[in-house]
């Protein structure tokens, strides 16, 4: 069973419109959570990095909440845009031993916005 | 741009051949992790290096190996390839060994025929 699940695992939405993604892990203990934005074919960017002791992080019209107590996170994209098309992976940052973490990837909700 | 870079783009090869991809970090970033991505899957950590030593292991198999060079380029063998070996591997960058923040490449597409 992945360790990060993350639904829905698509997603059409109008251009304009509010949209909101889910990501439940078990990863325990963990560091802290991301969320990252993947155009197809390309790396990864990173949106947001929220520590087990935020709540909500934003930035620019993403808005991501942790709630630790219930695994839970919600990327909130508002007004979206036609680039806002793309896979959005939830990220949870474990301890791994020593110094370093590891990095555990759900599998990403594909965005679709259409104009 | 991350400004982490990784070549060739692309690569096509048969089975059982052996091939190497190649990563350059972010200048000043010591440490450099591989991933592989396939088909509708999610990214999965391979290694990570941090200033020439191996960090941190994660589900590589034996028929891959890394390397991290003293300027601090990376270089990952992949060997005795096999079809299920076809994906995306990313590389990225950080400052120091904790995985805080990453930067990601824009990926070495590998078709293995």
């Known amino acids: 069973k992945n360790q990060v699940e993350q639904s829905p695992q698509s997603l059409i939405i109008l251009e304009g419109k509010n949209c909101t993604l889910q990501?439940?892990?078990?990863?325990?203990?963990?560091?802290?959570l991301r969320w990252y934005k993947q155009d197809t074919g390309r790396g990864p960017v990173s949106l947001t990095i929220?520590?087990?002791?935020?709540n909500t992080k934003s930035n620019g019209r993403y808005t991501a909440t942790l709630d630790a107590d219930t695994k839970q996170s919600s990327l909130h994209i508002t007004a979206s845009q036609l680039s806002d098309s793309a896979s959005y992976i939830c990220?949870?940052?474990?301890?791994?031993?020593?110094?370093?973490?590891?990095?555990?990837f759900g599998t990403g909700t594909l965005l679709a916005v259409q104009p | 741009d991350s400004g982490v870079t990784q070549t060739p783009k692309h690569l096509i090869t048969a089975t059982g051949q052996r091939v190497t991809l190649r990563c350059s970090p972010r200048?000043?970033?010591?440490?450099v992790y591989w991933y592989q991505q396939s088909l509708d899957q999610g990214l999965q950590f391979l290694i990570q290096?941090?200033?020439?030593?191996?960090?941190a292991k994660g589900n590589i198999l034996e028929r891959f190996s890394a390397q991290q060079f003293p300027d601090l380029h990376s270089e990952l063998n992949l060997s005795s390839l096999e079809l299920g070996d076809s994906a995306l591997y990313f590389c990225?960058?950080?400052?120091?060994?904790?995985?805080?923040?990453?930067?990601f490449g824009p990926g070495t597409r590998l078709t293995v025929t």
């Open positions: 990225a960058s950080s400052p120091s060994g904790h995985s805080y923040e990453q930067y």
């Open positions: 990501c439940n892990y078990t990863v325990s203990p963990f560091s802290n």
């Open positions: 929220m520590t087990f002791s935020e």
């Open positions: 290096y941090y200033n020439g030593e191996e960090r």
């Open positions: 990220v949870v940052s474990a301890p791994y031993g020593g110094a370093t973490n590891k990095l555990i």
């Open positions: 200048s000043g970033d010591l440490s």
